[in-house]
């Protein structure tokens, strides 16, 4: 079956929906990625063109359809204990920082970590993980320390919460680690334990939001390898909202091919690919 292909004039249409309403940036390159993704949903839905495509998804009243579309067009791949020496200066300094700064404000433990843009969960349950060990150490509550997980893909999202992987995607995982937290299936993926599923709450977000849904402020934001699609202005733009929603002495967390501008005055440079609210 000859496939479907799209003009200049279309791609340019679908990817300044995408900038303008996710901030993603689709560069040329991106016109046969888009093209081979996307040739099922025309296929089935019965669209000629792109054009006639992209004509549904905006006057489909429910919105289900723009979400597949976003599901179908954004990047999922991630892995267990990606860019790791985040989770070692996570459990060595970052979590017993914001500790003692409880213990000395006399308020009692409450450490809020949001990770933004969590794709299918690996990261979020990496940090699970850690926050586990560091409670079980402390002797903590299970309360003191709560997890957020936002993605802006319904798919992505409906992965992260059953919890099932495939054995690659734990390649990096402890040996101990992935004995205590995980249980093999019969059909060679490996299965979260729910205690560990219980630490973090996951809920769909775009971050091109001017605000978000959110009662209180971070200690933590994790926003690793997402801002890699976004242009300047769009980074800067997330990076002020991030620092809205950060604690003071909050962290934030970024990918390693991302940075911030140490000129900046909101965040200060600690290592690569952390910083902290100034």
């Known amino acids: 079956m000859n496939m479907v292909s799209i003009s200049e004039d279309e791609f340019k249409t679908i990817s300044g929906f995408v900038y303008d309403k996710f901030g993603i940036k689709l560069g040329e390159q991106k016109k046969t990625l888009i093209i081979e993704r996307l040739q099922k949903i025309l296929r089935t839905g019965g669209f000629s063109s792109f054009g006639q495509y992209f004509d549904y998804i905006i006057k489909e ?46 308020e009692g433990v409450d450490i809020r970590i949001w990770c933004a843009g969590c794709s299918s969960g ?34 992505s999202i409906e992965k992260a919460t059953g919890g099932i992987y495939q054995a ?30 219980d630490k973090v709450l996951f809920r769909r977000l775009n971050l091109m939001r001017d605000d978000y849904p959110f009662k ?6 994790f926003c690793r390898n997402v801002m890699i699609y976004f ?33 900046t005055l909101i ?8 910083y902290q609210k100034a």
């Open 267 to 274: 965040y200060k440079y600690i290592k690569p690919a952390v």
């Open 216 to 221: 209180g402020k971070f200690d933590i934001i």
């Open 122 to 155: 690996e990261e979020p349950y990496t940090v699970a993980m850690c926050v586990n060990e560091f409670i079980e150490n402390n002797r903590l509550r299970a309360s003191d320390i709560s997890i957020l997980a936002t993605d802006i893909s319904v798919t």
């Open 231 to 263: 242009d300047a202005p769009t980074r800067a733009s997330l990076i002020g909202r991030f620092h809205r929603y950060t604690r003071d002495g909050g962290y934030l967390f970024i990918g390693h091919s991302e940075s911030i501008s140490r000129t």
């Open 61 to 106: 009243p429910t919105g289900e359809a723009v979400l597949t579309f976003i599901d179908k067009v954004s990047t999922h791949h991630t892995f267990f204990f990606r860019e790791n020496d985040h989770f070692d200066y996570l459990n060595n300094s970052a979590l017993p920082h914001l500790l003692e700064k409880c213990k000395s404000s006399g």
């Open 168 to 197: 690659p995607s734990l390649a990096h995982v402890p040996p101990m680690f992935r004995q205590k937290y995980f249980t093999a299936s019969g059909d060679g993926n490996f299965i979260l334990k729910p205690f560990l599923r």
